[in-house]
């Protein structure tokens, strides 16, 4: 099982002429949020502890690690036991609500949710949505 990979987005329905990079943003913002929520495992935190700290310094964007160290792929490796339940829940293309908020959250007004761009401000205003999705969803899963 792959939760994403960039390549699904730059190798199908993508935009013509925006650079490939636009393709992480999605994910890499997630990652930056599971990061930020100690959802990854331990073998994910321990292969990337400096880009780990790259991140938390602001560095380094979670679409940066995204992209440097993920090749641009999400498994479920990478992430723990809580962080898979609620990324199957959540991040689910196809089910989950991930898409809609990213979009309602950053995509406003732009030509397509590739044109978000990965700046800290971006990533803040999807991280309040994110915690909050977050909180609701232990509520209800315990």
Request: proline share 3%.
């Amino acid at each position: 099982m792959v939760y994403d990979k960039a390549k699904w987005h730059y190798e199908g329905d993508f935009p013509e002429g925006l650079d490939s990079y636009q393709a992480y943003i999605h994910t890499g913002m997630f990652v930056g949020w599971l990061l930020d929520n100690d959802l990854m495992s331990e073998d994910f935190k321990g292969d990337l502890a400096d880009e780990i700290e790259q991140f938390r310094k602001k560095e380094l964007t979670g679409t940066q690690l995204f992209q440097q160290c993920c090749d641009g792929t999400l498994l479920p490796e990478d992430i723990n036991e809580p962080g898979n339940r609620f990324t199957l829940a959540y991040f689910d293309f196809e089910k989950g609500q991930y898409l809609a908020d990213y979009e309602m959250t950053l995509g406003q007004g732009l030509p397509s949710i590739y044109h978000v761009a990965d700046t800290w401000e971006n990533y803040d205003k999807l991280k309040r949505v994110l915690d909050q999705r977050f909180a609701d969803w232990k509520l209800a899963n315990g």
